[in-house]
């Protein structure tokens, strides 16, 4: 490790926290590969398939609206209420607290593909066999190296604001509440215990699987493989098939093409549900100073890249 590599990273993770990420990242995904059999064997309910996908829309909207593109990059201003709503949703998606999200994600940006970026899939080479191990890198394995970023050096307005350091704090608490919703929602509509069961499976732990992969997917897969019609410093690229689960985050060359901008599918047909959401915050006066793409930035962002 170079000696200015070092001063992105802050303490270390803690033993016990390290175990709970080991778990968070296994068990939901052993819950994902149980299910195919399972629901063969037992069906699904159209509860549980209502509750998954409004539990997935939510706390997805909430990392890639909230944790992403307003706190991340400030694509936006809202209202305090909001501000935290956006905090404590994104945190029930499940991809670590708020404090070491954002600071992962600035770095990110300000390594992209080169030395010091957390989680690109091209610092092993590229043969083959690098970018096995790449892509492994930058969709999980990266999640599971205990140094973690300075959040003083990447994140210090988010560390001066008190109600972001308590939802960073209720990271663990919020976790047990995404996973304990769905399941009270489910026994309470269904009446029953096993309604409980199922929705705490399919809408709790599948759930969870599914939005991890989606979201990492974005740094692995969006790093490789696509289109690159803008100007990027990077591999980022814009990869359509995941456009609707990411909710436009796939758009992913734009995003680092114009890292502050609200829309990332900003091409015709370039479906961007978080985009959509944040047109509707505007509208309904709890966002503003929104930072919506004009036509001669797109314009000019494609002409540098050819
Ligand atoms: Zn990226
Ligand atoms: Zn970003």
């Known amino acids: 490790m170079v000696a200015g590599v070092k001063s992105l990273l802050g303490h270390k993770r803690p033993i016990p926290a390290h175990v709970a990420v080991y778990a968070f990242v296994i068990i939901p995904f052993l819950a994902l590969l149980a299910a195919v059999p399972f629901a063969w064997g037992w069906g699904l309910a159209w509860l549980d398939v209502v509750l998954a996908a409004t539990f997935y829309t939510v706390t997805c909207l909430g990392a890639t609206v909230g944790f992403h593109r307003y706190f991340t990059h400030g694509a936006f201003k809202a209202r305090r ?11 029930m998606s499940v991809q670590g607290p708020i404090l070491h999200w954002v600071a992962d994600h600035r770095r990110h940006h300000a390594f992209s593909d080169k030395e010091g970026d957390p989680h690109s899939p091209w610092l092993f080479g590229t043969s083959p066999l690098a970018l096995v191990r790449g892509f492994w890198h930058a969709h999980l394995g990266w999640i599971l190296d205990r140094n973690l970023t300075n959040q003083e050096r990447f994140a210090p307005d988010m560390l001066a604001d008190r109600d972001m350091r308590i939802v960073h704090r209720l990271f663990g608490p919020l976790t047990i509440v995404t996973l304990a919703l769905p399941a009270v929602l489910g026994g309470l509509i269904s009446w029953s215990w096993w309604g409980a069961i199922t929705a705490f499976f399919w809408a709790g732990l599948v759930r969870v699987t599914a939005l991890h ?11 490789m493989i696509g289109d690159r019609p803008f100007a990027a410093r990077d591999r980022s690229a814009n990869f359509w098939p995941l456009a609707i689960l990411s909710m436009g985050e796939s758009w992913h060359n734009l995003h680092h093409a114009d890292p502050t901008s609200a829309r990332h599918g900003v091409l015709p047909g370039q479906i961007d549900i978080s985009a959509r959401l944040i047109w509707l915050f505007e509208k309904a006066g709890w966002a503003w100073d929104v930072r919506w793409p004009t036509r001669e930035r797109v314009a000019r962002l494609r002409l540098q890249s050819a």
């Open 81 to 91: 209420w909001l501000r935290i709503a956006l905090a404590v949703v994104g945190s």
């Open 213 to 223: 992969h989606i979201t990492w997917s974005v740094n692995s897969v969006c790093h």
